[in-house]
């Protein structure tokens, strides 16, 4: 009887299927690397919230695409909306197309876009951390901590204006050069980032205002195409 018991035991162990074992998430920089090809991108939303210590409130809210070059993000459009004020912002190359809000008054009569040199990110409201630049991804994952399919850090404005076009190019003066953003990438089992949360503190007339900007990214290595506004519609002059 005790023979029998053991080899049915035995019999069970054959039996019992394995596990299948886990797959080791890939290296975001490859993962980014293998997406990034002439016509394709990633589409972005975001929200900003602000407090000053007693009051939080939402800020606005973002929505975009970035398109893809040969080697890193060649275009942008991005809408951005506080309540009942929009604006866009369109950068192809080094020029920047910009529309709505307080610019629309500004423009002569019969034109709806001022065109003038990219300015990359749109304004410190915006998402500082752009995850489809390659420097950028890079010096965040040398500067952060991975854990859990997570990656935490922090970073100065002076080291994103060396690895970040999208922050070189957005004229913030070299007195916000030491700001530190704190920021947490959720990266998925394919290595490509799904979300970045980033907090920055900035200090205007005495007070301290702490905003805090949540993107989430979708449809990595799909097909977009970011387009320059009608000629007709475009003047590089105000009113």
Do not use: C
């Not at 009051?55 to 398109?67: C, I, M």
């Not at 979300?195 to 799909?222: F, I, K, M, N, P």
């Amino acid at each position: 009887m005790k023979q029998a018991l053991l080899a049915m035991a035995a019999l069970a162990a054959l039996t019992v299927p394995a596990l299948p074992a886990q797959a080791a998430p890939k290296n975001p920089i490859k993962a980014l690397n293998a997406v990034i090809a002439l016509g394709h991108g990633v589409r972005f939303t975001g929200s900003v919230t602000w407090t000053d210590g007693t009051d939080e409130r939402g800020a606005r809210d973002l929505q975009g695409v970035f398109q893809f070059g040969k080697k890193d993000v060649a275009a942008f459009d991005i809408t951005l909306k506080d309540g009942d004020r929009q604006q866009r912002v369109i950068g192809i190359g080094k020029t920047g197309y910009y529309s709505g809000d307080l610019i629309a008054g500004l423009l002569p009569e019969g034109k709806t876009w001022y065109k003038e040199k990219n300015r990359g990110m749109p304004d410190s409201w915006s998402q500082f951390i752009n995850p489809a630049e390659p420097k950028t991804l890079a010096r965040l994952l040398k500067n952060g901590t991975t854990k859990d399919g997570a990656v935490s850090g922090s970073i100065t404005v002076k080291e994103l204006k060396a690895v970040s076009a999208w922050v070189s190019a957005a004229r913030i003066g070299n007195e916000h050069d030491g700001m530190k953003i704190s920021y947490t990438l959720t990266v998925s089992p394919a290595g490509l980032v799904s979300r970045v949360r980033s907090t920055y503190a900035l200090t205007e007339d005495g007070t301290t205002y702490t905003s805090t900007v949540d993107s989430r990214y979708t449809g990595w290595g799909s097909k977009v195409s970011v387009k320059a506004p009608a000629p007709s519609t475009v003047t590089t002059k105000f009113r």
